[in-house]
């Protein structure tokens, strides 16, 4: 697609505009400013205008590493939410593909594609989910048969899935978990007898969050992350 309509399709700015901005040397492509209006926009390609990285039309995958006091919802009266994070055009429809608690820190998936979301979060598809945990207390290595008996839960019927514990120091664990249930890290330990302190998601299915992310950065999934869900 030329340079100017994909500008005007990612903008929803009017073609004469666009242009204006390629001429006013407003508009990169991977990394350098190119002023070709008709050049033609490839696969892969990253493409900025004023400094703004604009996806290419299309649904639209991302990930971001959620910081610590900001919620997973579109909108929140008190707490600033994951899309407030987020500075990009025509981004209707975007929500977090699954929620993590205002205190959980890592790997949150933001997509604008229902189907794509539904995959990530619906029992059914057991989309695994890996976390690495801190607690206020040691963790006593009969808690990894526990966890992978599966653990009864305050005020639920069905005990967890089995899961996987490894511990990886005292205080800290890694766990893969194969369902998506309420609080349901903290509340697994809480049947143990221990308390979480700190929790943050690594990984989603087979995406691990990208180390170079700081917290509140967020990055566009490759074509091949997003095939995988
Ligand atoms: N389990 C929890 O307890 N909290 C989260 O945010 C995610 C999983």
């Avoid at 910081?67 to 707490?79: F, I, K, L, W």
């Amino acid at each position: 697609m030329r340079l100017d309509k994909y500008l005007s399709q990612a903008t929803g700015l009017p073609r004469s505009l666009t242009k204006r901005q390629i001429k006013c040397k407003n508009v990169e492509v991977n990394g350098e400013v190119n002023q070709d209006q008709g050049y033609q926009v490839k696969a892969g390609d990253e493409v900025q205008m004023e400094g703004r990285i604009l996806p290419p039309p299309g649904p639209k995958y991302l990930m971001l590493n959620k910081p610590q006091g900001t919620v997973c919802a579109t909108e929140d009266a008190e707490h600033p939410t994951v899309i407030d994070l987020l500075d990009l055009p025509n981004i209707k429809g975007l929500h977090p593909a699954g929620r993590l608690d205002i205190d959980t820190t890592g790997l949150v998936l933001l997509t604008d594609d229902g189907q794509w979301s539904h995959r990530v979060t619906s029992p059914k598809q057991l989309c695994d989910k890996t976390y690495l945990v801190t607690t206020a207390d040691p963790i006593p290595e009969t808690v990894i048969a526990q966890f992978a008996e599966g653990l009864e839960l305050r005020n639920e019927d069905k005990p967890t899935l089995p899961s996987e514990l490894e511990i990886l120091d005292s205080h800290t664990a890694r766990v893969t978990l194969h369902e998506g249930r309420y609080h349901q890290v903290k509340r697994m330990f809480a049947a143990t007898g221990n308390k979480v302190t700190a929790l943050h998601r690594e990984k989603v299915g087979s995406i691990t969050l990208d180390p170079e992310l700081e917290p509140g950065e967020y990055r566009f999934l490759t074509t091949d992350e997003i095939k995988t869900i």
